[in-house]
């Protein structure tokens, strides 16, 4: 994949974009892809796992899912952004059934759709940013209660998600995964909603603590509890890459100034709630982490009393 070029910003442009966290699977050998769904925007799809016998690199790689994106819907950080001209060779949903235009596969620096070679030609970072702790007056003016937005008006919120963002703020990660994950349904759960939001916050505030490696490992052996989607995007943010409307939040906290409520406005339109959901594990983190600088202040980087 020589000659391509990292770029942070706008991938609408008329050749094929990818993040960087797939970089390994797209430098990787070909495999075909198989659709696992298709919702605002994104046409997901199942790499399986090739064993190192099986391999021309003699490697093995590891299983994966890709989010296929039309060059205006959010940048997953699991995304590659197709070019207009792609348009008539990706799935598609009829009567709510996936339907492929003919065959996928992933590897060797491009996705060939129904025989069709697209390179990948431009890359974007979604790395989290590395941010200083906002000071703790910031959290008096952002709000610690569910979503309502994200859930049935005549449903009360469930009982496992009220529990599980007590246990976040307690800073307690295994129960608060336990709680959370799969919480709500769909192709990303509230629940999951609210840790994606919970593990951006420690990459962002606190990549080097114990808290943020408690989470990610509650997280990482309990992803077989969600959909298959959600738990791609779960073990990316674990490893440090997020959509960039949930980094521009963080980013935003952090530089306390007037674009917070913009960044959060941004956020909440993600996937009809799921930003919202990533929103509120960010403020019950935060407040996890200023309880545990109190008491060890050498935990949380950027701290101070």
């Not at 046409?43 to 093995?60: F, K, M, N």
């Not at 529990?163 to 349904?185: M, P, T, Y």
């Not at 114990?210 to 995007?233: F, I």
Request: glycine share 10%; hydrophobic share 50%.
């Amino acid at each position: 994949m020589a000659g391509s070029v990292l770029v942070d910003g706008d991938v609408r442009g008329g050749v094929t974009a990818a993040s960087v966290a797939l970089w390994t699977l797209l430098a990787g050998p070909s495999r075909p892809a198989r659709v696992l769904g298709i919702d605002a925007g994104a046409v997901y799809l199942q790499i399986d796992e090739l064993a190192a016998a099986d391999s021309r690199d003699g490697r093995d790689h590891p299983s994966a899912v890709v989010a296929l994106l039309q060059p205006d819907a959010v940048q997953l950080p699991i995304g590659i952004v197709l070019p207009p001209a792609a348009a008539d060779l990706v799935p598609v949903s009829v009567a709510g059934s996936p339907v492929s235009r003919g065959e996928i596969s992933i590897g060797w620096g491009a996705i060939t759709l129904a025989e069709v070679r697209w390179p990948v030609l431009r890359w974007w970072n979604p790395s989290i940013p590395a941010l200083e702790l906002p000071p703790q007056s910031i959290t008096s003016g952002l709000d610690p209660d569910v979503p309502a937005d994200s859930l049935d008006p005549e449903m009360k919120p469930p009982d496992e998600l009220v529990l599980g963002l007590a246990a976040l703020a307690a800073g307690d990660a295994e129960s608060a995964v336990r709680q959370l994950i799969g919480v709500g349904g769909g192709l990303i759960p509230i629940g999951d909603g609210v840790l994606i939001g919970a593990l951006a916050a420690l990459a962002a505030w606190a990549p080097d603590s114990p808290n943020r490696q408690a989470l990610a490992a509650a997280v990482a052996g309990a992803v077989n509890r969600t959909e298959q989607v959600s738990a791609a995007l779960l073990r990316s943010v674990g490893l440090g890459f997020a959509f960039p409307e949930l980094s521009q939040y963080l980013t935003a906290l952090s530089t306390v100034d007037a674009v917070v409520e913009a960044a959060l406005i941004e956020l909440c339109a993600v996937r009809g709630g799921s930003g919202e959901a990533m929103a509120l594990g960010v403020v019950h983190q935060l407040r996890a982490l200023y309880s545990g600088a109190r008491t060890s202040p050498t935990s949380v980087p950027g701290f101070e009393d």
